[in-house]
């Protein structure tokens, strides 16, 4: 038990280690970036950026929900898992660049800038795909490896991009910058693949069709959380106007910037919850282990941001936003909830439960849009926060409630809610 709690810390703290660096970088980078290339040129970059979020879902097929539960059970086919899952990625990948690109051209009516900065930015999606070599590394527990990986690749483009700022380099030149991260995260990863003895790389089509037949409903629920992510940002622009935009773009960006913690927390308990899933009774614990630390991490860090609110604006962000402080107090409840749904998808693949997963989600985009309508008139990016807290809350935790088949989750949700779980996670033994 202590070897397994070591691995899981170990694992996680390799993850943190590297995205705290890497989210040092990008708020840095980002923020002289926005100066740089003002208001317009900024807003070019993220339209780009938030059309190539919505097929991320489609070209990756589901696959990075379900890659480590089939690595975890079939390890003596890694290599055709890996193969199968990679080729499959990217003739989707290759779609959905095309796919963007056309809906960039006839949305725009033929902008050339647009449509080539959308172009451009869209290469990253391919080179995403290769990123899925990734899981086989948290399958491992190796993901020191992994980390020190994505460090390297993003300390060489944030170099790349101080190189654009200094030397006052044009639009297109950041396009490509988010392709050049993925491009060497997938290189690296590769090579470390081969290095570490892994398994040679293959394709099996019968495989393909029992990978995709889990992952396959993944891909609905990955748009309809794409979509509404997105809605709020959207509907604020048409509605209020881009000000509000820059407000609550400030405040959900300060809210997030902790994610990476609970990411890696999630994803190094993965494989260890997955490995048990014969011994219900070690699977229900370590599950709850997991969303106890998630309850307890997510509700300290909203206390602390909802007091520190002004202080983490204007430090951040400067007077010019003193706005999005009351955003943020809002905004920043929504990250209990969310990561909920995180920890709750691995149940559901472990109960075989996926089918269901396009209706929570599908349920949650029309809250989400519903109530964007109605908050929106009357508190601007304020009752947007409100929208995206009430949606998070009601599609990770009520509808558990509701849902007949899911509500076993919530049951565990309930009794994870004791902090004792995390003191006897971190105790030795005597």
């Known amino acids: ?19 705290l660096f890497q989210s040092v970088f990008s708020l840095t980078i980002g923020l002289l970036s926005a100066r740089y290339l003002g208001p317009s040129n900024y807003g070019l970059i993220n339209y780009a950026s938030s059309i190539v979020t919505f097929v991320f879902p489609i070209a990756q097929l589901g696959l990075n929900n379900t890659l480590v539960h089939e690595l975890s059970q079939d390890s003596e086919n890694e290599g055709k898992i890996l193969g199968t899952s990679i080729i499959m990625s990217v003739v989707s990948a290759l779609f959905c660049m095309f796919g963007v690109t056309a809906f960039a051209a006839v949305s725009n009516n033929g902008d050339r800038e647009c449509v080539l900065i959308v172009s451009l930015y869209s290469i990253g999606i391919l080179f995403q795909s290769l990123d899925l070599i990734r899981y ?3 399958t491992k527990l190796l993901s020191k490896y992994s980390s020190v990986v994505s460090l390297v690749a993003y300390t060489v483009v944030s170099l790349y991009k101080l190189f654009l700022l200094i030397t006052k380099r044009s639009i297109f030149y950041f396009a490509v910058s988010n392709s050049i991260d993925y491009f060497l995260i997938a290189l690296l990863l590769i ?3 081969k290095k570490l003895d892994g398994q040679s790389f293959s394709f099996d089509f019968s495989l393909g069709k029992r990978v995709i037949s889990k992952s396959k409903h993944y891909i609905i629920p990955g748009l309809m959380v794409a979509i509404f992510a997105q809605t709020d940002k959207i509907m604020l622009k048409s509605m209020i106007g881009e000000a509000e935009i820059g407000y609550y773009s400030a405040a959900t960006a300060i809210a997030s910037i902790s994610s990476f913690v609970f990411t890696a927390i999630i994803d190094s308990f993965r494989p260890v919850i ?23 991490l997510s509700l300290l860090q909203s206390v602390f941001m909802t007091i520190f609110s002004d202080l983490f604006v204007y430090i951040l962000y400067g007077s010019e936003y003193a706005a999005s402080s009351n955003i943020l107090r ?3 409840w ?20 996926q089918k269901y997963l396009w209706i929570i989600n599908a349920l949650g985009a029309c809250m989400n849009v519903v109530l964007n309508l109605i908050m929106i008139p009357f508190f601007g990016a304020i009752g947007a926060a409100i929208a995206s807290v009430f949606t998070q809350m009601f599609t990770n935790f009520i509808l ?10 919530n049951s565990i949700v309930i009794e994870s809610l004791n902090p004792k779980l995390i003191l006897d996670l971190i105790k030795k033994d005597k």
């Open 274 to 296: 997955f490995s048990d899933l014969n011994n219900e009774a070690s699977f229900r614990l370590n599950l709850r282990r997991l969303y106890c630390i998630i309850i307890w």
């Open 191 to 193: 090579i470390l693949y």
């Open 400 to 409: 558990g409630f509701i849902l007949t088949p899911i509500r076993e989750n």
């Open 334 to 353: 929504l990250t209990t909830f969310s990561y909920f749904g995180a920890v709750r998808n691995i149940w559901i693949l472990a109960k075989n439960k």
């Open 330 to 332: 809002i905004v920043v």
């Open 136 to 138: 086989w590394f948290q």
């Open 1 to 19: 038990m202590d070897l397994l709690r070591g691995k899981i810390f170990k694992n996680a703290s390799w993850i943190i280690v590297s995205k």
